[in-house]
C-alpha cells in the first residue's frame, strides 16, 4: 500500500464545488478542487465544543438566521436518518420563511451553541472565500473557444483502501493501466501536450486558458454559451474527479520566481501577470500538476456541495469535516475582506475543500460572478466557530 501511495499520490474525498482557498490559496494551499497530498495520515484529535450562551456570539442578534435556515432545510434529505440534525429538519420546516426573528427565537430554543477549540486549544483560524465563476463558452471548437473542459477519463482508476486500512478513508489514490501496472495519471503538462490521447469527454470549449485555470481550482462555474442560436444560454459544470497528482500553488510558485510580490499574489494578481506574460504562461501553470476533470450539472440553483446540496450564498460555509459536522449550523465571526468590519453570520457547513484542514477553518461562499469572485479572491481573514446542535443530543464524534 505504500508503494501504492508514493507512485500516485494522494488527494481527499472530492468536492464538488468547493473550495479552497481559491483565489487566495494560490499563495497558500490547495482549493477543494485540488486536493492536497498529505505526508502522514489524518489527524486523530478532533475539535472540543465548549458550552455558550447566545449571548456569547457577537452579533447573533442583527439578523441573518432566516437565510441560513432556508440553506440548512436544502441539506436536511441528505443528512444520514440517525442524525440528531436530521430530526430537527422537521421542526425547521414549520418555521416561516424569510423572517429573522422566528427563526432567530426557535433556533435558540432547539439548538445550544459550543465554542469551536482546536486540538491545538486555538479558538481562532484562517477563513478565506471561494465562488461560482461566469466563462464564456461553446459547445464546439473555433477560433476564439480553444480551450477544453474535460469531462472524467474513461482509463482514469480510483483505488478505494478503507476497507483494507480504514485509516484511509479520507484518501483516494488515482492513476490509470499500463498493462498490469498501476501507474500515476497524466500531470497537468502531460495532459496539455498530449491532449489527442487524452480518453476523457469534452463537455464545453472555452476562450481564456487562466480562466479553465481558476474554475478548475473553484471546483465549479457556469459556461455561458456564445455559439448559434443557444447564445445566452447557460450550463453548469462540477467537480467529477481529479488526476490525482498534489496540488501546487501557482501564486507561490510566482512569487518564488520573482515575477509577483506576496501582496500581488491574488487570482487578480495572477491574471493580470498572465496577460501581461503570455510565453511563460503555460510553464507556470504546468507547475501545478493538478488536473480537474468536471461533469455537467443542472444551470438552475447554486452549485452542489460537498452535502449533497446546492450552495448558498453568504449562508454555505466549507469545513474540515474532521471537526465540524457535514449540514451543522456554524456562527461565523470574522472580517470582510481587506476590512476590519464585522462580518459575524450563522452559516451551514455544506462544502469541504482540501486546502480546509483544521477546526477552526472556514472558506465563505460568496456566490457566482465577477463581484463574488472580487471578494473570495481578497478574503483571507481570522475568525472564529460556534457549533450549533440540538439541545439534549450528545455531541458530535467525529472520525
Given at each position: 500500500m505504500a508503494t501504492i501511495v508514493v507512485l500516485l499520490g494522494c488527494a481527499q474525498t472530492p468536492a464538488p464545488a468547493a473550495a479552497p482557498d481559491h483565489a487566495t490559496c494560490q499563495t497558500q494551499a490547495p482549493c477543494p478542487a485540488c486536493p492536497a497530498c498529505p505526508t502522514a495520515k489524518p489527524q486523530a484529535e478532533t475539535a472540543r465544543y465548549e458550552p455558550r450562551n447566545y449571548a456569547d456570539l457577537p452579533g447573533w442578534t442583527f439578523g441573518g438566521q432566516a437565510?441560513?435556515?432556508?440553506?440548512?432545510?436544502?441539506?436536511?434529505?441528505?443528512?444520514?436518518?440517525?442524525?440528531?440534525?436530521?430530526?430537527?429538519?422537521?421542526?425547521?420546516?414549520?418555521?416561516?420563511?424569510?423572517?429573522?426573528?422566528?427563526?432567530?427565537?426557535?433556533?435558540?430554543?432547539?439548538?445550544?451553541?459550543?465554542?469551536?477549540?482546536?486540538?491545538?486549544?486555538?479558538?481562532?483560524?484562517?477563513?478565506?472565500?471561494?465562488?461560482?465563476?461566469?466563462?464564456?463558452?461553446?459547445?464546439?471548437?473555433?477560433?476564439?473557444?480553444?480551450?477544453?473542459?474535460?469531462?472524467?477519463?474513461?482509463?482514469?482508476?480510483?483505488?478505494?483502501?478503507?476497507?483494507?486500512a480504514p485509516e484511509t478513508r479520507h484518501l483516494r489514490l488515482r492513476g490509470r493501466l499500463e498493462g498490469r501496472r498501476l501507474v500515476p495519471y497524466w500531470s497537468r503538462g502531460e495532459i496539455e501536450a498530449r491532449a489527442g490521447e487524452l480518453r476523457a469527454p469534452v463537455l464545453v470549449w472555452v476562450e481564456d486558458p487562466v480562466e479553465l485555470f481558476f474554475l478548475q481550482i473553484q471546483g465549479s462555474g457556469l459556461i455561458e454559451l456564445e455559439d448559434g442560436g443557444r447564445r445566452g444560454e447557460r450550463i453548469r459544470?462540477?467537480?467529477?474527479?481529479?488526476?490525482?497528482?498534489?496540488?501546487?500553488?501557482?501564486?507561490?510558485?510566482?512569487?518564488?520566481?520573482?515575477?509577483?510580490?506576496?501582496?500581488?499574489?491574488?487570482?487578480?494578481?495572477?491574471?493580470?501577470?498572465?496577460?501581461?506574460?503570455?510565453?511563460?504562461?503555460?510553464?507556470?501553470?504546468?507547475?501545478?500538476?493538478?488536473?480537474?476533470?468536471?461533469?455537467?450539472?443542472?444551470?438552475?440553483?447554486?452549485?452542489?456541495?460537498?452535502?449533497?446540496?446546492?450552495?448558498?450564498?453568504?449562508?454555505?460555509?466549507?469545513?474540515?469535516?474532521?471537526?465540524?459536522?457535514?449540514?451543522?449550523?456554524?456562527?461565523?465571526?470574522?472580517?470582510?475582506?481587506?476590512?476590519?468590519?464585522?462580518?459575524?453570520?450563522?452559516?451551514?457547513?455544506q462544502d469541504t475543500g482540501g486546502a480546509i484542514r483544521g477546526a477552526v477553518r472556514g472558506d465563505f461562499y460568496w456566490g457566482s460572478g465577477s463581484e463574488a469572485g472580487l471578494q473570495a479572491g481578497r478574503m483571507r481573514q481570522r475568525g472564529r466557530f460556534w457549533l450549533l446542535w440540538p439541545r439534549g443530543e450528545p455531541l458530535p464524534r467525529l472520525p
Open positions: 437565510q441560513a435556515l432556508r440553506a440548512f432545510l436544502e441539506g436536511c434529505p441528505r443528512l444520514p436518518q440517525a442524525s440528531p440534525l436530521r430530526r430537527a429538519c422537521v421542526a425547521a420546516a414549520s418555521i416561516t420563511p424569510g423572517n429573522d426573528a422566528a427563526a432567530r427565537t426557535w433556533l435558540q430554543k432547539a439548538f445550544s451553541p459550543y465554542a469551536v477549540i482546536a486540538p491545538d486549544e486555538t479558538s481562532d483560524g484562517l477563513i478565506t472565500g471561494y465562488y461560482e465563476p461566469i466563462l464564456p463558452g461553446s459547445r464546439t471548437r473555433g477560433a476564439r473557444f480553444r480551450h477544453p473542459v474535460h469531462g472524467a477519463p474513461e482509463d482514469l482508476v480510483t483505488v478505494d483502501l478503507t476497507a483494507v459544470v462540477g467537480y467529477a474527479d481529479q488526476n490525482g497528482h498534489p496540488y501546487r500553488s501557482l501564486g507561490r510558485y510566482l512569487v518564488e520566481q520573482g515575477e509577483l510580490t506576496l501582496e500581488k499574489a491574488s487570482m487578480q494578481g495572477i491574471m493580470a501577470w498572465a496577460a501581461a506574460n503570455p510565453a511563460k504562461l503555460q510553464e507556470a501553470l504546468n507547475f501545478n500538476a493538478s488536473y480537474v476533470f468536471f461533469r455537467e450539472l443542472p444551470a438552475q440553483g447554486g452549485p452542489i456541495g460537498a452535502l449533497g446540496a446546492p450552495l448558498s450564498a453568504g449562508a454555505s460555509l466549507a469545513v474540515d469535516p474532521r471537526h465540524i459536522p457535514m449540514g451543522a449550523p456554524v456562527f461565523l465571526a470574522t472580517t470582510y475582506p481587506l476590512s476590519a468590519q464585522p462580518l459575524e453570520r450563522l452559516m451551514v457547513a
